[in-house]
């Protein structure tokens, strides 16, 4: 069975601050994927980001970076300097390889940025 | 860009009431799922469907929970006799080939039973 851990359930930063969220999950196969999604106070999932286990090169895109390490099934998500839009529930999932597969969800981890 | 629609966006029903929620998937896409967010908590699978027959179901999607794709186009969850419990935003997603290619999720349909 597969699982996400977010342990950090609420995080509060002052704009411009960097934060880093963490994320830790569990599963059997070699071949999986790990998402995270953003869910602002409107409520709808935004995509940030899809990761394959066979691929450990961090990604950085603006303000974001993904660190993905197996040996430590991390998939941790940092945002550099950020912004009061920031703020909102982030998930991180995971899914395994098969073509039907379904994700898996965190529990999230509410971050508000003050200004 | 290609998007998952979901109506209505808000609905509130009686208990005991059946509700209807539709989503239209993305129209290549092969794979559609439910999924359900109690307020404040994590989302959770509901149910896989793929060649007109569930797929998977979690422990959740009891028999008052039905699928169907009744033309084509159109995916819906039915929900018979809603509870209380049942008051959520229900998400659904299409996908071409599940996480290979990733999923696209609808903006959801937050569900008030009364």
């Known amino acids: 069975a597969q699982k996400v851990t977010q342990a950090q359930t609420e995080i509060s930063v002052v704009e411009k601050e960097d934060v880093t969220l963490d994320c830790v999950y569990e599963?059997?196969?070699?071949?999986?994927?790990l998402f995270w999604y953003k869910q602002p106070p409107s409520g709808e999932l935004v995509f940030l980001i899809r990761?394959?286990?066979?691929?450990?090169q961090n990604e950085i895109s603006g303000r974001y970076s993904w660190n993905f390490q197996k040996s430590t099934s991390s998939f941790n998500f940092t945002i550099t300097a950020s912004q009061v839009v920031d703020s909102a529930v982030y998930f991180c999932?995971?899914?395994?390889?098969?073509?039907?597969?379904?994700?898996?969800f965190g529990k999230g981890i509410t971050l508000s940025v003050r200004p | 860009e290609p998007e998952v629609t979901q109506t209505p966006s808000h609905q509130v029903t009686q208990m005991g009431q059946e509700v209807i929620l539709r989503c239209v998937p993305i129209?290549?896409?092969?794979?559609f799922y439910w999924y359900r967010q109690i307020l404040g908590q994590k989302v959770e699978f509901l149910v896989s469907?793929?060649?007109?027959?569930?797929?998977?179901k979690s422990e959740i999607f009891d028999d008052q929970f039905s699928v169907e794709r009744p033309d084509g186009s159109n995916f819906t969850l039915k929900i018979r006799s809603t509870k209380l419990e049942d008051s959520a935003m229900y998400f659904c997603?299409?996908?071409?080939?599940?996480?290979?290619?990733?999923?696209?999720f609808g903006s959801g349909t937050r569900l008030t039973v009364v």
């Open positions: 599963t059997r196969d070699t071949t999986y994927y």
């Open positions: 990761r394959n286990s066979f691929d450990e």
């Open positions: 469907f793929y060649n007109n027959e569930i797929s998977e």
């Open positions: 997603a299409s996908s071409r080939t599940g996480a290979f290619y990733g999923y696209t």
């Open positions: 129209s290549n896409h092969l794979y």
């Open positions: 999932a995971l899914s395994e390889s098969g073509a039907n597969s379904k994700l898996t």
